[in-house]
């Protein structure tokens, strides 16, 4: 069943469920944030978002908005990791947050690894702005700052191009041999996080895979933000339509990255209250002042003000049986639950809560 919290104090989560429906059927501006969650739970949150007029945000879509932008509104050639790992004889790994965003990306790529059937110990590595990152033996490195790093892709891009570079911080030695390399490529793969790029650099990265199919193969892939946040997109695009940073308050979808970012509607006073829902780690949300919020999460406590409502939910793949996107296939996959437990699911919670306001209108 799992635990609940009411004002901090142990509730039962009945209780609990009705308390946080009558939030809701009070709220006229409600906020369903964080979003953390598997398939079957952001369904759930989107019928219930689509029920009482609300706005929905996943606690990623920055990163995630900036990749989409691109690929909307640009072009955007992608492989999968595996692919990568098993065709790729040249890697170009762009900026500091790699590994942090995907803690296997070695595993994914078979960084280091001399396994039959891959390319790892015959492909050119070229890292830019690695932060810190892990080397491999040979592979060439461009140290800069993050803030940098548009500034190298231009230059990079423009020696594909043959144009000549201004002054850079950058040696035009070192940009001149990271340009040779990714031309002798056969099958080459950028990687990146949009975690450390904004969309005009992402779009100048992908304008350099596309220049370099003019002679060569290559191709890329972005590092999706955690908390599954490509599942609850491809949840959203089909039963909306649209994205993340989408609301229903007019009866009817509509999707605005600036209007619905619920940040900035926290701090503009414009939602009066939140459902937060973190189902895979202890995340909280980047504001500490603000509405009431009624938190679906892994149970451990909350910093700043308590929410109003806490109910205990489980981890897909852990207490539940799920499905979200797996980064390496590229791909929704079905997992089991690792130590199958009777504490509730995201989907399971909002059913209640919705079982529990039988009166809600759509807002107008």
Known sequence: MGRAWIGGKPAALERALAEAAGLLAASRCPLIAGLGTDVAGARAAIG????????????NSDALLRDL???????MMVTTPNEARLRADTLLLVGPSLEKEAPDLSRWLGLGSSGKGDAATRRSLVRLCPGGAATIPGEKTVECDRDRLPAVLAAL??????????????????????????????????????????????????????DLNMET??????????DNAIGVLQAC?????????????????????????????????????????????AAAPRW???????????????????PAVQIEVGRPGVDHDGVEQCPAL???????????????????????IMAAMPGAQVAT
């Open 330 to 352: 590229g791909t929704l996959v079905a997992v089991a639950a690792a130590r199958r437990s009777e504490t509730t699911s995201v989907a399971d919670a909002i059913g209640g």
């Open 157 to 210: 891009r423009a020696r594909l191009a043959g144009r000549p570079v201004g002054k850079t911080r950058i040696p035009a030695k070192t940009i001149d041999e990271i340009a040779t390399l990714l031309k002798a490529a056969r099958f080459g793969v950028a990687v990146w996080s949009a975690v450390d790029l904004d969309a005009l650099a992402i779009e100048m990265l992908c304008g350099i895979v596309a």
């Open 237 to 281: 695009g089909w039963m909306t339509g649209f994205p993340m940073r989408t609301c229903f308050g007019r009866g009817q979808p509509e999707h605005d990255p600036w209007r619905f970012d619920g940040a900035r509607m926290i701090a503009a006073g414009e939602a009066d209250c939140v459902v937060w829902i973190s189902a895979y780690r």
């Open 48 to 59: 219930l978002a689509d029920r009482i007029g609300g706005v929905i945000d996943h606690m």
């Open 217 to 226: 193969r290559f191709t890329a892939f972005a590092i999706p933000p955690g």
């Open 288 to 306: 500490t002042d603000g509405p009431p919020v009624i938190a679906l999460t892994t149970g451990e406590a909350m910093p700043g003000r308590g």
């Open 69 to 75: 932008a691109v690929l909307r509104e640009a072009r």
